[in-house]
């Protein structure tokens, strides 16, 4: 009979482990604060109450109005919330890279983020280009001997043809990888790029990417280079134009530590939970 117990419980161990190892999605389930934004101005803490009662326990972000970065640590701490990524600005990052420091050090973070590089809408330039290349090396270094990670994030523009890539190859390439990585936003890459560019991106430049911010693409949309898209085209994940299971799959072999899921349309409040629930059944 203890035979037969011990068998059973063999079993029962085994199968566990093949469920879990055929698992795709293993991150920590994070979201982007840009998602709430219409929730944190009003009322910060129940925000946090929203974002932990969906099972979230990782968030992209820096803080909320009324409140210190260091109170807003707090609440966040309280709630089993950590916070492994947040923003800068890209003037930030030319002006004053160890005030980026002193906030990130505050929230927590290991990894900052900047999402937009200043151009003229729609006629992002090779110089453009260089000289976001310049600052990130340079901010990225001051960040790197301080023990955080410079990651930018895409942001579709960048896809302007360039040689035989896209200006985001040549920044890519161009930026020093000790102190500069990416975060890539799969919606703008496929805005930009097209639905397989993320796939492409992952498998050209494994070890770049950091971060990822999980976020579909609605089915039919045709991108441009501007960098916008109306919010109606931010769909759950899995009901939009990504191939998520071979995104995630390559993620994880790139490099990528923390997905955030990040949904700028006006239904956050629904188009989360099913984005969770998909990213849970993969």
Not at 120 to 139: H, I, P, Q, T, W
Not at 147 to 173: R, S, V
Not at 227 to 235: C, K, L, R, W, Y
Request: overall charge neutral; proline content about 4%.
């Amino acid at each position: 009979m203890k035979l037969k117990s011990h068998c059973l419980l063999f079993v029962a161990l085994f199968v566990s482990f093949v469920a879990l190892s055929q698992k795709i999605f293993t991150y920590p389930l994070g979201v982007q604060a840009y998602t709430f934004r219409k929730h944190f101005p009003v009322n910060a803490e129940k925000t946090l109450d929203i974002i932990k009662d969906m099972g979230i326990t990782e968030l992209e972000g820096g803080g909320a109005k009324g409140m210190t970065l260091e109170e807003f640590k707090k609440q966040c701490d309280n709630r089993g919330i950590s916070i492994p990524s947040t923003g800068a600005d890209f003037q930030e990052l030319v002006k004053d890279p160890m005030e980026v420091v002193r906030k990130a050090k505050i929230l927590g973070a290991k990894f900052v983020m900047c999402a937009w590089i200043p151009h003229k809408r729609g006629e992002f330039s090779l110089d453009n280009a260089k000289n976001a290349v310049e600052v990130f090396n340079k901010a990225g270094q001051v960040l790197k001997e301080n023990g955080l990670t410079l990651c930018y994030h895409d942001h579709g523009f960048e896809f302007q043809p360039f040689a035989d890539g896209t200006l985001l190859d040549y920044m890519i390439q161009n930026t020093n990888p000790a102190y500069v990585s990416f975060e890539m936003d799969v919606l703008w890459t496929m805005h930009g790029g097209g639905a397989d560019m993320p796939v492409k991106l992952l498998k050209k430049y494994p070890g770049r990417w950091k971060l990822m911010h999980v976020k579909d693409l609605r089915k039919g949309v045709k991108g441009d280079l501007t960098g916008g898209t109306p919010a109606e085209n931010d769909v759950p994940v899995g009901q939009g134009q990504g191939n998520w299971k071979q995104i995630i799959k390559l993620g994880k072999k790139a490099g990528v530590e923390h997905c955030f899921i990040e949904d700028e349309s006006d239904h956050e409040l629904e188009n989360v939970p099913l984005s969770l629930a998909y990213l849970k059944s993969l």
